[in-house]
């Protein structure tokens, strides 16, 4: 491992997100902006470090039967070394056994002395001498098996089988471990769907081709990262996953509507709902933090929006701000645990417990009680997290319906795509994506209407 190779850049943000228990996606994305690697390393290091974090609890498993202290009682950057080589050991065939041993070792040599580079040496040839009895079962049978075979925390899979039954457990396991998939939402106000395909086909390396899941949805494959794309910069589209912007669909706002974004950043649901509503009317997107205003500012200038305003602030509270108005539309995509979007951030699993669980039930109801007395009657809610956890989504709704006879459900599964349709799972006033369904990022989504004879 060169000073500036793949795998010492992959052990030093490692290292870091680790330490300072940092979101994974922004440390790799700022890291590899200004790394000077090559596309094809750029790559290596994505592989190595989203893998890493993804596999924790597998690879920590063979460590600590090979380290004799635990794994834990290595210096950091040492640890994370024997992470990822017993990664690709492991799990990636492309790359020999020899040459990950001898790059472990180099690289540790370079970096401290010859003690340390003997123990790394000494770790992955037992690996190696043991893999048989050091790799997990093919077929688990038992939640400690799949635990260790798709390296998740037992309690996850504990809570999907309680809700949704083995069946979709074991497909949503054996899915979360494929990459995310890449999508993008054309920005039909300046070009359209098959306009965009066809200038992205012919322009840009890789391919783009039409979402069943969603009308506005594009995905992407082997085209690197599009926000690099000059399409990009002059707001032809915007990354999003496929579920997400089912939630503006399913809000179905009109040209003539004042709409509030209660959670608002970074921004992509408040101007998909500004695009449905073709920049008329009124879209409020309101969020707490002070600091992520600017994300969605940046977000509606450059796609051209003209009828959003950012508003700072505790949506449980926003009435103080803006004492006097009330909305046709609301959207609150609720804080939540994030289960269903494991896949593009892996550390949620483990930093996720289920105690966390019950502070961000609360709060969602909270929200949703400011939520009910802003809007107007026969104005729409729409509620959605990117989660599975029946707490937070499908018990959330019926205690609020339970709280709130006014409202009452107004999900229509045959008015969304057919696919969707097909493959979600409905209740009274919501549906349920699972990553597994469309390989794209687990959604709950419920529609309520307020009527007007309450």
Request: hydrophobic share 40%; proline share 5%.
């Amino acid at each position: 491992m060169e000073k500036d190779s793949a795998r010492s850049l992959a052990v030093d943000l490692l290292t870091e997100w680790e330490e300072k228990q940092a979101y994974s996606n922004l440390l790799l994305n700022q890291a590899l902006r200004h790394a000077k690697l090559s596309p094809r390393d750029k790559g290596l290091v994505t592989e190595l470090f989203y893998g890493t974090i993804q596999r924790l609890n597998t690879i920590d498993w063979v460590l600590n039967q090979l380290v004799k202290k635990g794994v834990h009682t290595l210096e950091a950057w040492v640890r994370q070394v024997l992470r990822i080589s017993i990664y690709q050991l492991l799990f990636l065939d492309k790359i020999p056994e020899r040459a990950v041993v001898h790059e472990a070792v180099q690289y540790s040599k370079n970096r401290s002395h010859k003690g340390i580079a003997g123990l790394v040496n000494g770790v992955l040839r037992g690996f190696l001498r043991r893999s048989e009895a050091l790799t997990p079962p093919a077929q688990p049978q038992t939640h400690a098996e799949q635990s260790l075979t798709y390296s998740f925390p037992k309690w996850m899979i504990q809570h999907m089988e309680d809700a949704y039954g083995v069946t979709e457990t074991q497909q949503w396991l054996a899915d979360s471990l494929l990459p995310p998939q890449l999508s993008v939402r054309i920005n039909t106000s300046k070009i359209s769907r098959q306009a965009f395909i066809e200038l992205w086909n012919q322009s840009e390396k890789g391919v783009a081709r039409a979402s069943t899941v969603t009308q506005d949805g594009v995905i992407l494959s082997g085209s690197g990262n599009p926000a690099y794309s000059e399409l990009f910069e002059i707001g032809y589209f915007t990354i999003q996953d496929e579920s997400s912007m089912l939630v503006g669909e399913i809000l179905a706002p009109t040209p003539d509507m004042t709409v509030l974004d209660m959670c608002a950043a970074p921004g992509g649901k408040a101007t998909h709902i500004a695009q449905i509503m073709e920049n008329q009317g009124k879209v409020v997107a309101c969020d707490l933090h002070p600091h992520k205003l600017a994300l969605i500012e940046a977000h509606i200038k450059r796609l051209g929006f003209t009828n959003v305003r950012v508003l700072s602030g505790d949506s449980r509270y926003i009435s103080r701000k803006i004492p006097n108005e009330k909305f046709d539309a609301i959207l609150l995509d609720a804080p939540c645990s994030g289960l269903g979007v494991i896949r593009r951030k892996p550390e949620i699993k483990w930093t996720k417990k289920p105690q966390h669980i019950e502070g961000l039930v609360r709060i969602q109801a909270e929200l949703l009680e400011a939520a009910a007395q802003l809007l107007n009657p026969g104005g729409t809610l729409v509620y959605s997290t990117c989660t599975f956890e029946k707490a937070e989504n499908q018990d959330q709704v019926a205690a609020f319906l339970k709280r709130h006879p006014e409202f009452e459900v107004a999900l229509e599964p045959q008015l969304l795509p057919s696919e969707v349709e097909a493959k979600a799972i409905f209740g009274p006033g919501w549906l349920q994506i699972l990553p597994h369904h469309f390989h794209s990022d687990g959604f709950f989504i419920a529609r309520l209407h307020k009527r007007n004879d309450i």
